[in-house]
Nanobody, 127 residues
Framework: QVQLVESGGRLVQTGGSLRLSCAAS????????MGWFRQAPGKERDIVAV????????YYADVVKGRFTISRDNDKNTVYLQMTILKPEDTAVYYC????????????????????WGQGTQVTVSS
């Protein structure tokens, strides 16, 4: 059974930093591209960042480029999202997702490309 468990979300002030973690189990983690998505109330779930199974390629949404960094530790079966210079508009539930490396497409930006999802972690940025 595949499980993705996010952690690290909390209330933070504008300009602050957070590191989210997503621990994976039940899958061969090093064979999966990993994505971070976010969903604000009343909005669609949007891509934030993606990291290739090997860790050698990344993608960032324009709205977070230069502020967020995605990384992974394949020995720990964990993907991270380091978030800096946080803004109120970054407030959302953040989800990690996994997609097998052999599925076509890089970067995988759409929710339907990811069969496995975590339960989400709330990030709230106060102004």
């Amino acid at each position: 059974q595949v499980q993705l468990v996010e952690s690290g979300g909390r209330l933070v002030q504008t300009g602050g930093s957070l590191r989210l973690s997503c621990a994976a189990s039940g899958l061969s983690f090093s064979s999966y591209d990993m994505g971070w998505f976010r969903q604000a109330p009343g909005k669609e779930r949007d891509i934030v960042a993606v990291i290739r199974w090997s860790g050698d390629s990344t993608y960032y949404a324009d709205v977070v480029k230069g502020r967020f960094t995605i990384s992974r530790d394949n020995d720990k079966n964990t993907v991270y999202l380091q978030m800096t210079i946080l803004k109120p508009e970054d407030t959302a539930v953040y989800y990690c997702a996994a997609a097998a490396k052999y599925t076509i497409g890089w970067p995988k930006l759409r929710t339907l490309e990811y069969p496995y999802w975590g339960q989400g972690t709330q990030v709230t940025v106060s102004s």
